[in-house]
């Protein structure tokens, strides 16, 4: 039998590149602290060589091809607030949180980083100080609706600027809810979405298309169906025949009652 999409045992293979990263050279360790891309460069090449020859433990990254989307809309959009949900290894931690710090350079930004495991969290923490990302990174251990609250009541956000949303798939909708209900998200609020395709998530891409009457009839008292939004599917090819998209999502008003 097969295993399925959650039955996966994700923690081996972020054991694995966190071994592998925390052997190096100290010299060699030393070089990431001024130079992010090198350390996403050697996150890369792991990944490369552990799923050519380990087939059952495999690491999924958002990798290089889609992570520049994402970029992209940092780079045009200019964020000050970065909220991702689902921090796995760090990888796109480590990726949007250096390109925040070079778009507002000299400027106070923050990225925050969701994950309910506390293995990855301590790998995303590691690996975002290892990167001299550790000043503007912070991690919060949980479920990401906890961690939402957590946005707003503890840490005083009337807004986030930018989502990266890549943890389990059934809650995309959900967490989108949360961050609506909480007005996390308000006009010019950009939500970049992973795995529209592969493995899939096809209610977020169906929910973020929806208008305001259609979301009171099918999602009755959740979220805020005032919210409008712009969106579009950015595939990207996997390389092997297959491809994914990234949904691109800005909030482009909220409709009063």
């Known amino acids: 039998m097969s295993t399925t999409y959650k039955e996966y045992d994700w923690e081996k293979p972020v054991q694995l590149l966190y071994d592998h990263i925390n052997s190096l050279p100290a010299q060699e360790l030393a070089k990431f602290k001024n130079d992010p891309e090198a350390l996403l460069d050697a996150i890369d090449k792991f990944e490369e060589e552990q799923n050519k020859k380990d ?9 290089p091809d889609k992570r520049k989307v994402v970029e992209e809309e940092i ?10 949900l ?57 479920p990401a609706s906890e961690g939402l609250e957590r946005l707003k009541e503890e840490f005083n956000h009337a807004k986030i600027d930018f989502f990266f949303i890549d943890h389990w798939k ?13 007005g996390l998200i308000q006009y010019g609020t950009v939500i970049t979405a992973d795995n529209i395709y592969f493995p ?15 979301k009171k009839k099918d ?21 092997d025949g297959k491809k994914d998209g990234v949904e691109v999502t800005l909030c482009t008003g909220v409709l009063s009652d």
Do not use: W
């Open 55 to 63: 087939s059952e433990y495999r690491l999924m990254t958002v990798g």
């Open 200 to 214: 899939g998530a096809p209610e977020y891409a169906k929910y973020v298309r929806l208008n305001t009457a259609e």
């Open 86 to 142: 689902g921090g796995f290894c760090g990888y796109s931690a480590i990726a949007f949180a250096h390109k925040l710090k070079q778009t507002h350079p000299g400027y106070q930004v923050h990225y925050y980083s969701l994950e309910v495991s506390p293995f990855f969290a301590k790998v995303t923490s590691r690996f975002t100080t290892l990167a001299g990302l550790g000043d503007i990174v912070t991690v919060l251990v949980g």
């Open 219 to 239: 999602y009755p008292g959740k979220g805020n169906p005032n919210i409008e939004y712009d969106t579009r599917t950015v595939e990207v090819p996997l390389g």
């Open 75 to 84: 780079a045009q959009n200019k964020p000050y607030t970065f909220a991702e």
């Open 170 to 182: 059934d809650l995309y909708v959900p967490d989108l809810q949360k961050a609506e209900e909480l």
